[in-house]
């Protein structure tokens, strides 16, 4: 993996959203299933990967600093996410609904987006104006990300796993 430098975590973040957008245009533009299912599985691992290092180190370093509500939310978005890029993974293109499961998802990751890079009262916003160090957060979360990157490439993640959204039948 090539390194790159972020300034803080939020930095890093938002290059992880740039990518996925960018991974999104080019499945728009992909034609063969092969090169479909190749940019719809870079999405997914992309996403899991970003998913995990919020959850595991960004988000709790934050909680009880900000508003609960955009907190809330954004697990409950992320898992919303984990069901599509679950199934995405688990399907082919020629499979129905493939192509719509790609777009609801790129829509979905567009709205969560939007919500923590809103200027002023975005969750990366409301971060900023605490005293966490996003530099400390940054590295920390480089460091996991380095280490989820290698076990994609080596033999694959997991399948992603809510942690908000209860999938058992009622």
Known sequence: MAEQSYTDAIALLKADHRKVEDL????????????KQKIANQICTELKIHTMIEEEIF??????????????????????????INDIV???PEDDFYDA???????????HVHEEEMPSEGMFA???KTDVDLVALRDAML????????????GGLPPAKPTAVNL???
């Not at 370093?61 to 069901?83: C, N, P, S, T």
């Not at 499961?101 to 709205?111: A, F, P, R």
């Not at 460091?143 to 080596?154: D, G, V, Y």
């Open 126 to 128: 409301q971060c900023r």
């Open 101 to 111: 499961k790609v777009t609801v998802l790129s829509e979905e990751i567009k709205h």
């Open 90 to 92: 688990a399907g082919q």
């Open 143 to 154: 460091a996991r990300k380095q280490e989820l990157t290698a076990q994609a490439q080596s």
């Open 24 to 35: 999104f245009e080019q499945f728009e533009g992909a034609r063969s299933s092969a090169s």
């Open 59 to 84: 988000y709790p370093a934050f909680r009880g600093l900000i508003e609960d509500d955009l907190m809330d939310e954004a697990y409950v978005e992320h898992d919303g996410a984990k069901v599509l």
């Open 168 to 170: 058992q039948p009622a």
